[in-house]
């Protein structure tokens, strides 16, 4: 790489937060004081779970959401609005689904006002550039999702941007397309055949972070902030099944599961303490299915996490939350980057349906304390009944509202799983069983 | 698979005419004659309509029929530019957005037929002596049939933008006004078209109503399909009725070959969706606007003026990043003030009301009113009871026959678009000839042109019905009444609803020409708040009009949020399958 550390950095982050107003009053916290210098010539990564505000971050750089606190600055100029000079692609590609590809492409030329032939010329050298000539008058929904991934990414190289920022661009495409398009993006950009200088990526799958960054950001979760920043010194085109590659892999995913500094006595990765935890949605019957597969050949009670994600297809994020929810039950364990079932989670596993649902029962009751609430509430009321409303505004005290719905959704399967209580969408009323 | 669509490179093929040049040669040239026609009618003085008096014969129909669709493509224009704008500040100005969505709201409800004694009196005094101010009157009845839901569909529209478009365009640097036509109206676009065709079926009914209009000793007769249909009835001239009717007919069709089918097969590639639909409405007038040179040519220019309009560089759109919290204060002052302010003016408004209504009219008128629109209630409420038992069974009946469906449904739409009051001499006749209860046999005239909505709405639902479902439900030998209520009626409810709230609103409106009706020197009316509108209006007692307007929207309003706006979300929230 060139020399670049003695350039005027092209983003400046200074103790950049953010918060969102909640249903309470109280405003939530998704990013903490977050510092980030983006240089030419480089490609940053931020990694992070959901939650982490990393697309917050990114946002701010693109000028969508000012910060609520701390300074934001494009080439030492704050930035109050989306600054020139940076182009965008989105994880849904947003694609305007009435333009054609050229179109869509010429859209931000047109926007800058470029004149008609001028603007023509450089859209077709993009689209050409980035695989799609002959396509230039198809409408985006006779594209594959890779093809239409590479509109985007066209639309963002046409401006000649700076800064191209990336949120999340090949997660909602199948694996292997996902994987060619990113050899495509490394390739040109080894070449020095893309006209932009850096770029920000924002993703939570760590094998691709460490295939494209020169350097990652690790968030950690509620309030966002900068866990750690990683280096990565392997020279391209790099090999997922280098040692190396591996050995940086593993790490990461070890940090991502690491115990924060104790500063509460909460569960590990799990945001927020008794009621106020936040659980994600995870279906009780997948739960059930990887302690049975963690139970049998080959694992016998203990797997690798990016092994694991690999053989179920899960995305890092989706297994967190998986491995984490057996964790909160005490039926698994995670440590440094693997997952390990406990005698009870073993126990699980042999059961039949009825004894299963009264072991959950039981754990629900003893390790989550929304559920004991709840039971509570509804054992102490002369009508075994209560509202949704009652828990749900008892959950905007602690979390942000969606946070506080999916909350309320994930107890609701679980109890009913574990038939602690029945729950009537209609009246959107708990009842005692 | 993947098909590049190219489009027609019209310029580069051969020189010789194609026989789609010739067509739509014929259609421009048809263009021109009847803007130019246009033009030149509506600028002569008003006495230039006594001079010319309308005869029954059936040669001049085709004349004043063009007369009356002209009429009714000037209205639709209207009521596009005010939605545009309408739509566009209620979207984008939360302030604009407390008052005028509220005032939508009841514009949609206010009875446009009573609205026309004003409008009337208003635009002929605008243009004293010209046709003009009678043609805009007309225009105008039309347009508030109009305009109200498609600005509806537009803001909502507007409301509910993809976030990851809107971010597109901010961070591509969209100014405002490449944004509204880049973005903006192409995603409304699907919705509006829709709109404008259901506002296009209710329009008929108006036009038709507004050409022959007596106010007081004002008496307006518009050279139109309506006022050759209301001299028809004052010359007892069954014959002439049938005329008028074929013409109707031909006119609606017309307008949905040359303008609404064209429309709908275009607006199809602006829904908002990722993959492509199995099943794409087709239209032979579009694709000859495709195909012909000639149109090409033609157009050429104004696609190039379109594109100079889109991509005008006006207002240096500098989108400002989403504060956090910060002026919240502040805003709330202004939010305060806002309101204090929209208080004022309401007040002010009630009070001026209340100041030119109090001359004339004492507790007893209002009583008289409320009575009369609890009687036009338990019509609407008998007649919407019947028209639901006759038309959900043969709806669903029709809906799950594909072949079927797809003849009838045509005929369902084709039949709610018909104004119905042309078709009400031929009721009217029967009454009197038969001796009929006046009080009970006028009342299904309210319903005559709207229980089409509920038809069509349900056989739409009914085509939609899940096959899996209605196979689950054979292989588990649901049938009979548990069939009714288990399986199909929870399906197509919402659709029912969609239906059944077009028609409960157009049935109210209907009123007032339903209740009191004429042959010739034979006058049937029956009590109600309609014939308690249309009486104040042939008297000129404005007075009287406005408070029973006011009544009339009063009910009709507390009609929808009390029944049927309840219903709605019931539908959409537990039954939308």
Redesign the interface.
């Known amino acids: 790489m060139l020399d670049i550390t003695n350039k005027a950095p092209l983003i400046d982050i200074q103790q950049a937060c953010r918060s969102f107003p909640k249903g309470s009053g109280h405003d939530v916290m998704v990013l903490e004081n977050v510092d980030l210098t983006i240089r030419e010539g480089e490609i940053v990564g931020l990694l992070g779970r959901s939650g982490s505000g990393k697309s917050t971050l990114l946002r701010i750089i693109a000028g969508l959401i000012a910060p609520s606190a701390g300074r934001a600055l494009c080439r030492g100029e704050v930035i109050d609005g989306p600054p020139p000079g940076i182009a965008m692609v989105f994880q849904s590609f947003a694609l305007f689904p009435w333009l054609t590809v050229l179109q869509n492409v010429e859209l931000g030329l047109e926007a800058q006002g470029v004149e008609r032939g001028e603007r023509r010329k450089r859209a077709e050298a993009a689209i050409d550039l980035i695989g799609l000539g002959g396509f230039e008058s198809a409408y985006p929904k006779e594209l594959s999702g890779g093809m239409r991934q590479r509109v985007g990414f066209a639309r963002a190289l046409v401006v000649h941007p700076d800064l191209m920022l990336m949120d999340e661009p090949f997660s909602a495409l199948d694996v292997l397309t996902a994987e060619t398009l990113r050899t495509d993006m490394i390739d040109l950009w080894m070449e020095g055949r893309l006209p932009i200088k850096s770029v920000l990526i924002v993703t939570h799958n760590i094998e691709e972070a460490v295939l494209m960054c020169d350097r990652i950001l690790v968030f950690s979760s509620n309030p966002g902030r900068v866990a750690s920043e990683i280096k990565v010194d392997l020279p391209h085109p790099r090999n997922r099944l280098d040692p190396m590659f591996r050995q940086l892999v593993d790490s990461i995913y070890a940090r991502m599961t690491q115990r924060p500094e104790p500063r509460v006595p909460s569960v590990e990765g799990i945001p927020g303490t008794g009621v106020g935890m936040i659980l994600e949605p995870v279906s009780t019957n997948v739960m059930a299915g990887l302690l049975e597969a963690l139970a049998r050949e080959p694992y016998h009670g203990r797997a690798d996490l990016p092994v694991l994600a690999g053989v179920l297809q899960l995305a890092a994020d989706e297994l967190f939350h998986l491995a984490e929810a057996l964790q909160l039950l005490r039926f698994a364990q995670l440590s440094e980057g693997d997952v390990v079932l406990t005698d009870e989670g073993r126990r699980f596993a042999d059961l039949d349906t009825e004894s299963r649902k009264q072991l959950f029962a039981s754990h629900l009751t003893a390790y989550v304390p929304l559920a004991a609430l709840m039971r509570r509430v509804l054992e102490e009321r002369p009508t075994h009944t209560a509202p949704a409303a009652r828990f749900l505004t008892e959950l905007e005290d602690h979390m942000s509202e969606a946070y506080a719905e999916d909350t309320l959704k994930t107890i609701i399967s679980w109890g009913r799983y574990a038939e602690l209580f029945a729950y009537d969408e209609h009246t959107e009323m708990f009842i005692l069983e | 698979m993947?098909?590049?669509?190219?489009?027609p490179l019209a310029l580069r093929r051969s020189a010789l005419p194609t026989f789609w040049d010739v067509v739509a040669l014929l259609l421009v040239i048809g263009l021109i004659v009847a803007v130019a026609y246009a033009a030149e009618a509506t600028n002569e003085p008003l006495s230039a309509l006594d001079a010319a008096p309308l005869s029954l014969d059936p040669s001049n129909l085709p004349l004043y029929a063009l007369r009356t669709m002209l009429r009714m493509l000037a209205a639709i224009i209207c009521s596009l530019i005010f939605t545009f704008i309408y739509a566009t500040f209620a979207a984008r100005s939360r302030r604009a957005e407390m008052v005028m969505v509220p005032v939508l709201d009841i514009l949609q409800s206010v009875p446009i037929l009573g609205f026309l004694t004003f409008t009337v009196t208003f635009f002929m005094n605008l243009f004293p002596g010209r046709v003009l101010g009678a043609e805009l009157a007309s225009v105008f009845a039309i347009f508030t049939s109009q305009a109200w839901n498609m600005t509806f569909s537009m803001y909502q529209s507007m409301r509910n933008q993809?976030k990851?478009?809107e971010?597109?365009s901010?961070?591509?640097?969209?100014?405002a006004w490449?944004r509204f036509w880049?973005?903006d109206v192409?995603f409304a676009?699907p919705g509006l078209v829709w709109n404008a065709m259901m506002s296009m079926s209710g329009g008929w009914f108006f036009v038709v109503a507004s050409e022959a209009i007596t106010v007081g000793d004002t008496t307006v007769t518009l050279p139109g399909v309506g006022s050759y249909v209301a001299l028809a009835i004052r010359q007892q001239n069954i014959a002439a009725i049938g005329y008028a009717i074929a013409a109707m007919l031909a006119v609606i069709i017309l307008y949905d070959q040359f303008l609404f089918r064209p429309l709908v097969a275009w607006a199809d590639?602006?829904?908002?969706?990722?993959?492509?639909s199995t099943e794409e409405p087709t239209s032979w007038m579009l694709d000859l606007m495709r195909r012909s040179r000639l149109i090409a040519m033609l157009t050429a220019p104004l696609a190039w003026l379109a594109r100079q309009v889109w991509?005008l560089?006006l207002p240096e759109f500098?989108?400002?990043?989403?504060?956090?919290?910060?002026r919240a204060v502040q805003s709330r002052l202004f939010d305060w003030l806002w309101l204090a302010v929209i208080l004022a003016a309401g007040l002010y408004a009630a009070l001026q009301s209340i100041v030119y209504l109090r001359d004339t009219i004492g507790w007893g008128d209002v009583a008289t009113a409320v009575l009369d629109g609890c009687i036009t209630l338990l019509r609407v409420v008998v007649l919407m009871a019947i028209a639901t038992a006759v038309w959900v069974p043969v709806g669903v009946w029709i809906g799950l026959r594909p072949a079927i469906a797809e003849k009838v449904q045509p005929l369902a739409q084709f039949l709610a678009a018909f104004p119905a009051n042309l078709a009400f001499p031929v009721f009217v006749v029967v009454i009197v000839r038969y001796d009929l209860n006046q009080h009970i046999w006028l009342s299904p005239l309210m319903i005559l042109g709207t229980q089409w909505y509920i038809l069509f709405n349900v056989i739409a639902g009914a085509s939609a019905y899940p096959s899996e479902l209605k196979e689950a439900a054979r292989s588990f030998g649901i049938r009979g009444w548990r069939w009714w209520a288990k399986v199909i009626l929870p399906g197509i409810f919402p659709y029912y609803v969609t239906g059944a709230i077009t028609a409960s609103g157009g049935s109210w409106n209907a009123s007032i020409v339903a209740e009191v009706a004429t042959w010739g020197n034979e006058q049937l009316s029956t009590p109600g708040l309609g014939s308690y509108i249309a009486d104040a209006t042939t008297k000129g007692d404005f007075q009287r009009v406005v408070l029973g307007i006011i009544v009339m929207c009063a009910f009709v309003t507390l009609f929808n949020r009390l029944v049927w706006r309840p219903l709605y979300t019931l539908g959409e929230r537990?039954l939308r399958l």
């Not at chain 2, 993947?2 to 489009?7: N, T, V």
């Open positions: 993947l098909f590049p669509k190219h489009a993809p990851d478009l971010e597109a901010a961070s591509f640097h969209l100014s490449q880049r973005l192409p676009m590639k602006f829904r908002f969706e990722t993959t492509a991509s560089r500098r989108p400002k990043a989403q504060k956090a919290g910060t537990r």
